[in-house]
C-alpha cells in the first residue's frame, strides 16, 4: 500500500512536469495548412497531435527543438497538419504514448471569405498590457476572429528573466493562440543573442522573419525590418523574396484582391523630432520598399515600434496621391499604400506623445491612448478598419476601403 502510493506520487510529478503549456496555432504556408507549437519541461517520445471533426481521430507527428536559458529549460514541440479550410475541428497536443492534453477547439482560416483579423504591435504583458490582454481576448471571441497578426515588440522582452517573461507572454496568450493563429514579425526587441527566442517560440512559414500566407481574401506579407537598418546581410536574400511575393500578389489579385504587408518599423508616421524612427530610419525602408508597394499595388503597410495609433491618406514619395473622403471616412480607389501604426496597446505605462497640429498634409488622424486594431475584409471591393481603445472597446477611429 505505502510502496504503491509513493509511484503514483512519482507518476504525476512526472505528468505534471510534462503537461503541455504555451499553446499557439500558426498558418502554414498554404491555405488549411496550421502548425501547432507547445512547451513541455522534459522531452517526450513523440510529439504528436490528434485532430477530429467528430469521432475518429487523425494524428500528425512533428519535431521538437531545446531551448534553455540558464536554468530556464523547455522542449519546444511543432507539429504541422494540412487541415481543410473553414473546417471547425477538435484537437489535442501530447504524444500518442505519453497521453495528451484535455480537448481545445479551433476553426481553420477560410479562403475567399469574409474574414476578421487582429492586429497590433508592441504588446507587454506587465504594466499596462493588462487591460489589452483582457479585451483581445474577448473581442476573439465575439468577433471570430481569424488571425491575429503581431507586428513586433512582444512581452518586453521574451528573453528578460531567464525568458521566464516569454514564457509568461505565451501563456498569456494561450486562450487566445490555441484557437486563432498568431503571425508573428520580429522587432528590434526580439534581437537578443541572434532572435533566440523569437526563432524557437514561433512557427511561421518561409524563414519565419518574412513569409506570406492568405487568408480571406487577402495575401499577407511580413517583413524583417531590422534588415534594413542593421541587419542588411539579409537584404540579398530578403528583397528578391518581397519582390516575388508581391509579383504573385499582383498576378493573382482574382482571388487575393487585397495585399498587406507588415513589419515592425515604420514607413511613414510623426514622431518626436529625437526620434529617427519616423525620420532617417523610415527614409531607409522607403528607399528599399516604396517603389515596389507602389509597382504591385500594396494596399496597407502595418507597423508598430512607435508606441501609438496614426494612419495616412494614399501617399508616395511625400506626396498624397488620391482623394480620401473624411466625411464617410473612405479611401475610394486608393492609388498608392496607406500606411498604419497600431504600436499602442500597451508596452510601456504611457504611449509616445503625438502632436498633430502641423504635421504633413499625408497624415489623417492618430491617438495616443492604449488602443488595438481589428481589420474586417468583406470581399473584394469593401475592407474595414476600426481602432478599439482598450479598457472599454470603443471604436476611436475607423476606416473603409473601397475598389470599383
Ligand atoms: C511578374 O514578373 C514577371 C516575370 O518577371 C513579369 O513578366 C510580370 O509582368 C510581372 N507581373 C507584374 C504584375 O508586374
Ligand atoms: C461587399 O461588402 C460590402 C460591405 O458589407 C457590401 O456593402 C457590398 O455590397 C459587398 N459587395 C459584394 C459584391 O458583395
Known sequence: MKKLAIILLVTSIVLSADTPEQIHVAIGSTPGSITFTWSTRNPTPTSDVRVTTGSVWSYYTGTTRDFKDSSNIWVIHSVT?????????????????????????????????????????????????????????????????????????????????????????????????????MMVAAGNHEAKDNYYNYLNRFDMPNTKFYYTFTIGYVRFLAIHTEAFLTETDMLPDMLPYIKNVLNRSAEDKQKYPWMIVFGHRPMYCVCDSSDPACTTEATTLKYYLESMFK????????NGHVHNYQRTRPVYQGQVTSYYDGYTSTYVNPTSTIYVTTGGPGADSTNDPLNLNGAPDWLVTGQVDLSFSVLNVYNNTHLYWQQLESKNNQVTDSFWIIKT
Open 295 to 302: 509597382q504591385y499595388d500594396v494596399d496597407i503597410y502595418v
Open 81 to 181: 497538419a494540412q487541415l481543410t479550410p473553414g473546417q471547425k475541428y477538435t484537437y489535442e497536443v501530447g504524444c500518442t504514448s505519453t497521453g495528451f492534453t484535455s480537448s481545445y477547439s479551433l476553426i481553420v482560416p477560410v479562403d475567399s471569405a469574409p474574414i476578421n483579423i487582429l492586429l497590433f504591435g508592441d504588446l507587454s504583458t506587465h504594466d499596462t498590457g493588462d487591460s489589452t490582454w483582457t479585451d483581445i481576448e474577448g473581442i476573439a471571441k465575439d468577433l471570430l476572429i481569424q488571425s491575429m497578426v503581431i507586428a513586433g515588440d512582444m512581452a518586453y522582452n521574451l528573453n528578460s528573466k531567464s525568458s521566464t517573461r516569454g514564457d509568461d507572454f505565451m501563456n498569456t496568450l494561450q486562450p487566445i493562440s490555441h484557437y486563432v493563429p
